[in-house]
């Protein structure tokens, strides 16, 4: 008997611990960073990953405890009147307090955490690869500079990526699914997004905005190449360029 009341009292310092140790484990987006980058897919994978603790390990441990409680506490009889142990004030504020406690230090984590990862998506690092995007009714329009204009985009892995956004005629969205990311173009105004694609990859960006009849037609292919690749690619396509007729600047 003494023993069982030793373990309750101890409950709440044990979930204290766990949670604890819990946060330490992902307070910091720094552990995933890729070659010393820490770019906003890692940061939002990581605080996903956050709240799905937060959500089922946080949440599962206060269900089983408070399943324990209902049980052990329950009416034997239709008349019972419960003779549950009285708790001093010092425990009962214990109880109170220390599991809302719990709750709300998780809560500011994942809203530090928050604030922390709207910085790293809003601070676009100084050595950029830039790239204006135009969207109209139903298509994007990849800008790279040099008079090279393309329908898709193509970028080289190991660089971060920045894309300066407009619309022409409604409100778009930019939604880059495979990094995370998703941004409005918007006509009269440029937004931006920064990516860092850390290896090869092939995806494609949808408007993820109704802008008419054939907003589901909307996508284009995104693709993360090797440098030298990349390379070629940009030369073969200025060559293209500037072996057209060049329109009179009268
Ligand atoms: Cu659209």
Same mark, same amino acid.
């Given at each position: 008997?003494?023993?069982?009341?030793?373990?309750?009292?101890?409950?709440?310092?044990?979930?204290?611990?766990?949670?604890?140790?819990?946060?330490?484990?992902?307070?910091?987006?720094?552990?995933?960073?890729?070659?010393?980058?820490?770019?906003?897919?890692?940061?939002?994978?990581?605080?996903?990953?956050? $709240?799905? #603790?937060?959500?089922? $390990?946080?949440?599962?441990?206060?269900?089983?405890?408070?399943?324990?409680?209902?049980?052990?506490?329950?009416?034997?009889?239709?008349?019972? $009147?419960? %003779?549950?142990?009285?708790?001093?004030?010092?425990?009962?504020?214990?109880?109170?307090?220390?599991?809302?406690?719990?709750?709300?230090?998780? %809560?500011?984590?994942?809203?530090?955490?928050?604030?922390?990862?709207?910085?790293?998506?809003?601070? $676009?690092?100084?050595?950029?690869?830039?790239?204006?995007?135009?969207?109209?009714?139903?298509?994007?329009?990849?800008?790279?500079?040099?008079?090279? #204009?393309?329908?898709?985009?193509?970028?080289?892995?190991?660089?971060?990526?920045?894309?300066?956004?407009?619309?022409?005629?409604?409100?778009?969205?930019?939604?880059?699914?495979?990094?995370?990311?998703?941004?409005?173009?918007?006509?009269?105004?440029?937004?931006?997004?920064?990516?860092?694609?850390?290896?090869?990859?092939?995806?494609?960006?949808?408007?993820?905005?109704?802008?008419? %009849?054939?907003?589901?037609?909307?996508?284009?292919?995104?693709?993360?190449?090797?440098?030298?690749?990349?390379?070629?690619?940009?030369?073969?396509?200025?060559?293209?360029?500037?072996?057209?007729?060049?329109?009179?600047?009268?």
């Amino acid at each position: 008997m003494r023993l069982r009341k030793g373990l309750e009292s101890r409950i709440p310092i044990g979930i204290a611990t766990f949670v604890a140790s819990l946060c330490g484990a992902g307070a910091s987006f720094a552990q995933g960073a890729k070659h010393g980058i820490i770019s906003p897919t890692i940061a939002w994978n990581e605080t996903w990953h956050d $709240v799905l #603790v937060d959500l089922f $390990v946080i949440g599962g441990i206060f269900g089983v405890v408070a399943i324990y409680l209902l049980i052990k506490y329950r009416a034997k009889s239709p008349d019972a $009147v419960g %003779d549950g142990p009285k708790l001093n004030f010092d425990k009962a504020l214990a109880w109170a307090l220390v599991p809302a406690a719990l709750f709300m230090a998780d %809560d500011f984590l994942l809203s530090a955490k928050g604030w922390s990862l709207w910085n790293i998506q809003r601070t $676009v690092p100084k050595d950029a690869l830039e790239v204006n995007v135009k969207a109209s009714q139903w298509a994007f329009e990849f800008d790279y500079g040099n008079g090279v #204009v393309d329908g898709d985009l193509i970028v080289p892995v190991g660089k971060p990526i920045v894309l300066r956004m407009t619309a022409t005629d409604v409100i778009h969205s930019f939604g880059l699914s495979e990094y995370r990311l998703k941004e409005d173009l918007l006509p009269g105004r440029i937004t931006h997004m920064w990516f860092y694609p850390d290896k090869p990859l092939s995806t494609h960006v949808t408007c993820t905005e109704f802008c008419g %009849d054939a907003h589901a037609q909307m996508n284009s292919a995104v693709k993360a190449v090797p440098q030298a690749e990349y390379d070629a690619w940009l030369k073969s396509k200025a060559k293209k360029t500037s072996s057209l007729p060049q329109k009179s600047s009268l």
